[in-house]
């Protein structure tokens, strides 16, 4: 018998004999078999023959005391989860041992001293790995151990790019072909700063706009001039942004969408200063897009570009040292790890060499970590319908036509059916993480029910600044506040007056008894203060979020108060989303991440009811008993 510890309060005297058992209540497999192979002790030419022998002579540590729920006899659990993946208890394997007191008391106990155990290793816990910028922020609860395989798009979430070298690269290119297109391109230049992911480009009206959650437009840009409140009040005030009408709208999905939004807002000064000729025709905005999108498209097909990353990598690409580490844990926790990029066969593995090989522990290369390797995948087509299957033989990516793809295999083409048949994994087994909010994450949800992750390496950024935003959004609110209680009071006495008038009474024996002038005087006062607080809420309004972006303010908000049309998009197709993918080396591949209470509008008249009955409500009776009605 032996006696451990780990992290409980209470000893647990182990079995050790070498006898096997069977649980009653459900059905089980033997921790040993759940693929936790030890990668960093050998390499494997297919990812997986040399360490499934290393793991079949070696008996792992607890295979006598646990077990996993399998994938036929899982359960749901009270959040409507799988339970497949959980670690379960032999307790015929167990001598029996009591837990003193009532189990609220003792789980209390124990999360307290879990989290002394976490400070002592130096481990951040998972609800202060959230309270950071490199967090991973959950929608819709997600039980990672119920996950069997992960799959993964490459570029800007696997590989991230420096966005002013990979994206000015682009437009540089894009700015070539428009020249010889016969467009004006001279004195312009890269700015990044123009755009931000999420916006809608109006290809109708030459514009580039922000809506909120619901498609009302807030922010407004022609060419690359900001548009006036009432301007966008008067050109969008009767017209929502609706993305399934893609002849007039145009959502920027992801950072490969900046150098083509610069392009063309830039090109649309031109066309507006008449500097492009009659000989390319009669343009309108709608054409001018085209044009631009045809520029950017010849860059990257003509090759010129990605030849150009290929043989500098170290000028485009940002390592991440932590990543290659973070797929490993989830290999090695019995993960499938699948690579669908729409990248060929030739860059992907320079790109992923270059980004991956050097992390890797004992002469492991990338195609190690992945189960399957699919390039050229045409998504959002991938998901969609099912193109023909190529398996790539040769280094210099010869390829031959294939029916079923097999665990270990590279291939180009094919569709995500063939995946789920090939793996025999389907619908929210499946994870599948990018960067693309259509092409990776709403697609994959919808046509097969995948599991989502969005990767928006901005949120690093908008955190900071929204952190240090906090002192002035703080005192925005307040003065919001006060002209809420200031105006309350002026529109009573302005029902007052207008009763007054009509010779009805008002509201109140206190209002009626109001001479004429104290009521007019009171009215006088509160309307300029309400003027001189607009005065200084105004300016405030309009710089909030510039610290994130002067024009457009921060990249999930509309508003003060209000959700982007972007962070709706997050919250619908995507069950989680972070910075990076390496964000997942902060928590464990068992991870269950649970989304957090969502407010709603009446949630804050309970707390109001809540705090009044506390007596803790402050400023609203001093203000108001003044001119007590």
Not at 36 to 60: E, G, P, Q, T, Y
Not at 315 to 341: C, H, R, Y
Request: aromatic share 10%; net charge negative.
């Amino acid at each position: 018998m032996a006696s451990i510890h780990c992290f409980f309060r209470y000893p647990v005297q182990l079995n050790t004999s070498t006898s096997t058992s069977t649980s009653t209540s459900t059905s089980r497999v033997p921790f040993s078999s759940f693929s936790f192979n030890c990668l960093r002790c050998s390499r494997s030419s297919s990812s997986s023959s040399s360490v499934d022998a290393h793991a079949a002579a070696n008996k792992n540590v607890g295979d006598d005391v646990f077990s996993v729920t399998s994938s036929s006899e899982y359960d749901v659990d009270y959040l409507g989860e799988s339970t497949k993946g959980d670690f379960n208890l032999n307790f015929d394997r167990l001598q029996p041992f009591a837990l003193d007191g009532p189990i609220e008391e003792v789980a209390r106990m124990e999360a307290q001293e879990a989290e002394h155990l976490l400070n002592d290793f130096g481990i951040p816990s998972p609800s202060s790995a959230r309270n950071s910028p490199r967090g991973i922020f959950c929608s819709r609860t997600l039980n990672l151990r119920s996950i069997s395989a992960i799959g993964y798009d490459m570029d800007y979430t696997l590989i991230h790019y420096n966005v002013m070298a990979w994206e000015g690269r682009a437009y540089d290119y894009c700015m070539v072909n428009l020249r010889n297109m016969g467009f004006p391109v001279e004195g312009l230049a890269f700015d990044p700063d123009l755009v931000i992911r999420g916006l809608v480009i109006d290809k109708e009206k030459g514009n580039l706009v922000k809506a909120d959650r619901f498609g009302y437009v807030k922010r407004a840009m022609h060419g690359t001039t900001m548009l006036s409140n009432r301007a966008v009040s008067e050109m969008y005030g009767r017209e929502l942004v609706d993305l399934r009408k893609e002849s007039q709208w145009e959502f920027l999905n992801t950072l490969f969408s900046v150098s083509e939004a610069v392009a063309y807002m830039q090109m649309v000064n031109r066309l507006d200063e008449g500097a492009i000729g009659p000989e390319l025709g009669p343009l309108d905005y709608k054409g001018l897009y085209k044009a631009v999108g045809k520029a950017l498209f010849r860059a990257h097909v003509e090759g010129q570009l990605k030849s150009e990353i290929m043989s500098k990598p170290e000028l485009f690409v940002e390592p991440d040292p932590e990543l290659p580490l973070a797929l490993l844990d989830q290999k090695e926790a019995g993960k499938k790890l699948l690579l669908i990029t729409n990248s060929d066969y030739h860059y992907t593995d320079k790109m992923m060499q270059h980004s991956f090989n050097r992390f890797l522990p004992n002469d492991m290369g990338w195609r190690d970590l992945f189960n399957m390797v699919i390039v050229s995948a045409r998504k959002p087509e991938f998901f969609q319908m099912s193109h023909p299957l190529y398996e790539v033989v040769t280094g210099e990516g010869l390829m031959r036509p294939c029916f079923k793809a097999r665990t270990g295999g590279l291939y180009s083409g094919g569709s995500a059916q063939m995946i789920e048949n090939s793996l025999n994994i389907h619908g929210d087994e499946i994870l599948y993480v990018g960067d693309h909010i259509y092409t990776d994450v709403s697609q994959s949800k919808v046509h097969l029910r995948w599991r989502t992750a969005l990767i928006c390496r901005e949120l690093e950024e908008e955190y900071n600044a929204l952190i240090n935003s906090r002192g002035q959004r703080a005192r925005l609110v307040e003065l919001i506040n006060q002209k809420e209680v200031v105006g309350d009071l002026f529109n009573q006495l302005r029902l007052s007056l207008q009763r007054r008038n009509r010779g009805r009474p008002a509201q109140t024996l206190a209002a009626t008894n109001m001479d004429d002038q104290e009521l007019t005087e009171s009215m006088q006062k509160l309307l300029v203060v309400m003027q001189r607080l607009d005065q200084k809420i105004a300016p405030m309004l309009e710089s909030d979020g510039e610290l994130f972006n002067k024009r457009w303010g921060f990249l999930s908000r509309a508003g003060l108060w209000d959700k982007s049309h972007l962070m709706r998009q997050i919250e619908k197709y995507a069950d989680i989303y972070t910075s990076r993918v390496s964000n997942f080396l902060h928590y464990t591949p068992f991870m269950y991440f649970r989304s957090q209470e969502q407010t709603l509008a009446h949630d804050s008249y309970s707390y109001y009811c809540s705090e009044r009955n506390d007596g803790s409500v402050s400023g609203v009776t001093t203000i108001k008993s003044k001119f007590a009605l």
